[in-house]
């Protein structure tokens, strides 16, 4: 074992924003249910790395004050299972640059919500984080299942990393001391998980150590807090998957919830009671402040910390002040003394008159950036022994509270003046020195070599690879192309249908409209492409193993597309200081489409290909994806194109790089609907490649819509298996969807089963 690689592991982790951070020996899972395992996934992993965020405080004293549907600042736990996602993923890749293989497993949303096959469980994720908190030594099992810290008690979120890497594991917390069975959670339970349908209790045991905990049913319990239903309605005796469907139906839906179990759960030893400022305990803070205002040098670091997270502008103000104006903010913050504002700006928008069909959106990259400032300015005010809650502008449809948000938004949008930006705040009880910040991207300081920059700053934000083209080496490339691309039939789905109930869709018909770099940007001279990894062992343990897990790899589709959101959000935002103009594409060519997932629909595999094989990036296959030297098919694409002239990177070695497609149909023949329909050949350069192309009304019935059982959804257990009728046509397509799984459909998990069947993808076994 390496304890130093455990050091720095962990030391990365920190530097994540990690609160906890700890190590279980693969050992430890010895007794799971392979189905739900690390060692079910990564059958040689060695250890779990596990890191947990803390909520603040305040998110859970002042969230859900009233009514569980009243959220508040606790809606910040979706920023929570975000950020943790970033340390994941990140922490996978830190294990791949120093030699081990590692799977990132998300925060929350990729689970099987039935039992499945000889696994009983309900709501079953890829593996267990709760479990795994308990397995590295940070938790032990309260009654309701929760994980609960020495430090925190349950006020935690969870994300973990599977490795071969040789960790040190830490001790186990010895079971039984945190939980004093006070009955809180029993009390407060809205849908009484705890008392009503509980089949007694269950335990785990891990080297000795017993974990117990309640076994209750858990479609009672994601009664509210999952599928929306009024927590405050009669539920009935027995709940079930049947009884959601109907009562949805009778009742509808008012809207997630904050579990109670969380709200009311401390150790003993850190509750404490103040039911003027909170019905729930208050958690007895590791530091008490010694005046009402942090050293200067503490606020310029919280302030420092926002700006460098990607803030635009940050505005600190009295709470005071805004009470002399006629705005109380107290119902979000009984203690409150300080409010401080944050805005997030996009960059610059394209230039009118190009075309905005595969426009990068930047909403989510937006949003989060924003969350983490004010999530890490009210923890870090929090480690002070100060309050902290951070807010965006929702979260509360009633009083008290929605009155002062609101007004808070009137005031911060009104000044922001520019719709475009994400707006958040954090309260505080710290008296902090009003002031404002802004950031400015000045212009590139001349000694600085243009193309040399870029390169180095798109790799500090997260890229993995960086390669250059100019706009007529890939005009000339695509040009190439389309005459076997354009104008082929897409067929667009806009769901109607009502959640979990029923699954109805409206089809138009469109043409696909193959593009060049000057149709977004008329006067493009070059184009940067950025291209973030997959996990290698995320896409080799797919469908494999004990686990026969497609949860690691839809977790990369799409952090994989949101790491690149966020490098070029900061990206664009420098080059347009340097006096830049920049436009961010998913699919440039628009030669590719998008694939279902549960985080949404995202680009998949074929997209930005042509861009990548002209930035030098690598070479396009017989299947039509790209094959970097370095990261085989395991890489996804944006494309910026600027009206700077940078000088191109040579192109890689394009011939070479396919010498395994030389006699191999692998992608062809296992493409699940027989969407390859013929070939195209793209030239560059003076070199031609031959690559099939697919009938794109078939792959979307797969991949877009998620439609094949064999394309990754039996993995989830869902019930969808619709196989496309020799000629698509929009009916035909409208009657499919509507056949999807009720409850599984929210969270589509497929996979391009053509790329899975590459060598350049991943090890093939048949």
């Not at 060692?39 to 004293?61: Q, Y």
């Not at 923890?379 to 609101?406: N, R, V, W």
């Not at 103009?581 to 930005?608: E, K």
Request: hydrophobic share 40%.
């Amino acid at each position: 074992m390496d304890q130093r690689l455990t050091a720095l592991a962990k030391q990365k982790a920190f530097e994540l924003g990690a609160d906890l951070v700890g190590v279980g020996n693969i050992e430890r899972w010895s007794a799971a249910p392979p189905l739900m395992s690390p060692l079910g996934i990564m059958p040689d992993g060695r250890a779990v790395l596990v890191c947990a965020i803390h909520h603040t405080d305040a998110m859970i004293e002042v969230g859900g004050e009233g009514s569980p549907h009243e959220q508040g600042t606790y809606s910040y736990q979706y920023f929570m299972n975000s950020h943790l996602d970033v340390i994941s993923y990140t922490m996978s890749k830190f294990f791949e640059d120093m030699g081990y293989r590692a799977v990132p497993i998300t925060a929350s949303n990729i689970w099987r919500y039935r039992e499945y096959k000889d696994l009983k469980a309900t709501f079953a994720p890829d593996m267990s984080h709760i479990y795994a908190s308990v397995a590295a030594g940070l938790t032990e099992l309260g009654f309701s299942g929760l994980a609960m810290s020495p430090e925190f008690g349950p006020r935690n979120r969870f994300v973990s990393i599977i490795t071969d890497a040789p960790l040190v594991p830490d001790p186990l917390l010895p079971g039984g001391t945190l939980c004093d069975n006070c009955g809180q959670c029993k009390k407060h339970c809205a849908t009484e998980a705890f008392t009503k349908e509980v089949q007694g209790e269950v335990a785990i045991e891990i080297e000795g150590h017993k974990y117990s905990r309640c076994d209750k049913n858990l479609w009672r319990c994601a009664w509210s807090e999952h599928f929306g239903l009024d927590c405050e309605a009669d539920i009935p005796e027995k709940v079930d998957e049947p009884v959601i469907l109907d009562k949805i139906k009778e009742l509808g839906m008012r809207g997630g919830t904050m579990g109670c179990c969380l709200k009311f759960c401390l150790p003993r030893d850190k509750r404490s009671w103040d039911k003027e400022y909170s019905s729930a305990p208050i958690r007895k803070k590791g530091a008490v402040p010694a005046r009402p205002n942090p050293d200067r040098g503490v606020q310029e670091s919280i302030l420092s910390n926002a700006l460098s997270n990607g803030a635009d502008i940050i505005s600190v103000q009295s709470a005071a002040d805004w009470a002399a104006m006629g705005y109380d903010l107290k119902p979000l913050l009984p203690d409150v003394k300080s409010i401080v504002l944050f805005a997030v700006k996009t960059p610059a928008p394209a230039p009118a008159g190009g075309t905005g069909e595969k426009l990068t959106g930047l909403s989510h990259s937006t949003g989060y950036v924003m969350n983490k400032c004010a999530f890490y300015t009210a923890a870090a005010l929090e480690k002070l022994g100060y309050s902290g809650a951070p807010y965006f502008m929702g979260g509360l449809k009633q009083d008290p509270g929605k009155t002062a948000i609101e007004n808070v938004k009137k005031v911060w949008t009104a000044a922001v003046n520019d719709p475009s930006a994400a707006l958040g705040f954090t309260l505080t009880s710290a008296e902090l020195t009003p002031t404002e910040r802004r950031s400015v991207y000045g212009a590139k300081p001349a000694a600085l070599n243009s193309k040399d920059t870029i390169r180095k700053l798109a790799l500090e934000l997260g890229a993995d690879v960086v390669g250059f083209s100019s706009a007529k080496r890939l005009t000339d490339a695509i040009n190439s192309v389309r005459g076997a691309l354009d104008g082929e039939r897409i067929l667009n789905a806009r769901e109607t249908g009502s959640l979990w109930l029923n699954s109805l869709a409206e089809i138009t018909e469109s043409q696909r409209q193959v593009h060049v770099p000057a149709d977004y940007l008329a006067s493009a001279k070059s184009v940067i492409v950025l291209g973030v990894r997959i996990p290698k062992e995320s896409s080799d343990c797919l469908g494999r193993h004990g686990a026969e897990a497609i949860g690691p790899y839809a977790f990369a589709q799409h952090q994989s597309h949101r790491t690149l959101g966020n490098a070029i959000l900061t990206l664009n935002k420098i080059l347009q200081g340097w006096g830049m103009t920049c436009v961010a594409v998913n699919d440039l060519a628009n030669t590719g489409s998008v694939i279902s997932n549960p985080r949404g629909a995202f680009p998949n595999i074929f997209a930005n290909r042509v861009a990548a094989l002209c930035a030098g990036l690598g070479t396009i296959t017989k299947g039509g994806f790209v094959n970097n030297p370095q990261f085989g098919t395991n890489l996804r694409y944006v494309a910026i194109i600027t009206d700077a002239e940078l000088p191109e990177d040579a192109l890689a070695d394009i011939h070479g790089l396919r010498s395994k497609c030389e006699g191999c149909d692998r992608c062809l023949t296992h493409c699940t609907v027989k969407a390859y329909k013929g070939e195209a050949a793209v030239q560059v350069d003076g070199h031609r490649l031959k690559f099939g192309i697919v009938e794109q009304a078939r792959c979307d019935w797969a991949l877009r819509y998620g439609l094949i059982a064999d394309e990754g959804q039996k993995w989830t257990g869902s019930k969808t298996d619709v196989q496309p009728p020799e000629t698509i046509t929009k009916e035909a397509l409208a009657e499919a969807l509507a056949k999807r799984d009720p409850i599984l459909r929210i969270r589509p998990c497929v996979a391009e089963m053509c790329a899975m069947a590459c060598p350049y993808t991943r090890s093939q076994v048949d």
